[in-house]
């Protein structure tokens, strides 16, 4: 079955960086885009990245373009997602989650998600 | 960015009744809306996409309906296991991908 699992999550101070991963299994990544989606304490999910099936293609949200990079290797299964300059009001829980890709287009629907690894920005 | 306003805030219903859910957008989604499902402590699971497809395994008693700006999500009879947060979720302008502030269905 499907499953996508995070890491690398913990707290940092404000203005270092942190890389997460996200480990997905039983399904062919290569065939996949994938975004990463970040939720505060009690509030709804805020978009962060998609990088298309191949890496050809990033998108970002406004709030972290410029502070953040969306990776993949498909030869290794694994996505990232590296965050530098990091602020309080990054502070949430990340999620990976699954685009439902068709014929090879990402169509902005997130089908399945992983568990979520948690980053506090705190001095 | 397109605005996703989710109503009520919270819903307190009783198993067995029936759920209406609100998602109105700042401007036309067409039917690129979708719902997600998310119990405490777990990730969201997608419910319904273009606003009103059931994504796979997902029961009958879930049904979307709208177009435009205004979309409902209905759960005909609550199920013990549907009291969770509801999330909206549009995909017709993007990038962002934005998403509503959720709608909480309580055990009354």
């Known amino acids: 079955q499907v499953q996508l699992v995070e890491s690398g999550g913990g707290v940092v101070q404000p203005g270092r960086s942190l890389r997460l991963s996200c480990v997905p299994s039983?399904?062919?990544?290569?065939?996949?885009?994938m975004h990463w989606v970040r939720q505060a304490p009690g509030k709804g999910p805020e978009w962060v990245a998609v990088?298309?099936?191949?890496?050809?293609?990033?998108y970002y949200a406004n709030s972290v373009q410029g502070r953040f990079t969306i990776s993949r290797d498909n030869s290794k299964n694994m996505v990232f997602l590296q965050m530098n300059s990091l602020r309080g009001d990054d502070t949430a829980v990340y999620y990976c989650?699954?685009?439902?890709?068709?014929?090879?287009?990402?169509?902005?629907?997130?089908?399945?998600w992983g568990q979520g690894t948690l980053v506090t920005v705190s001095s | 960015e397109i605005v996703l306003t989710q109503s009520p805030a919270t819903l307190s219903l009783s198993p067995g009744e029936r759920a209406t859910l609100s998602c109105r957008a700042s401007q036309s989604v067409s039917d690129y809306l979708a719902w997600y499902q998310q119990k405490p402590g777990q990730a969201p699971r997608l419910l319904i996409y273009d606003a009103s497809i059931r994504a796979t395994g997902v029961p009958a008693r879930f049904s979307g309906s709208g177009s435009g700006t205004d979309f409902t999500l209905t759960i005909s009879s609550l199920d013990p296991e549907d009291f969770a947060v509801y999330f909206c979720?549009?995909?017709?302008?993007?990038?962002?991908?934005?998403f509503g502030g959720g709608t909480k269905v309580e055990i009354k």
């Open positions: 979720q549009q995909r017709r302008n993007w990038p962002p991908l934005t």
């Open positions: 989650a699954r685009d439902m890709t068709t014929n090879g287009e990402a169509v902005q629907l997130l089908d399945y």
């Open positions: 039983g399904f062919t990544f290569s065939n996949y885009a």
């Open positions: 990088i298309s099936h191949d890496g050809s293609k990033t």
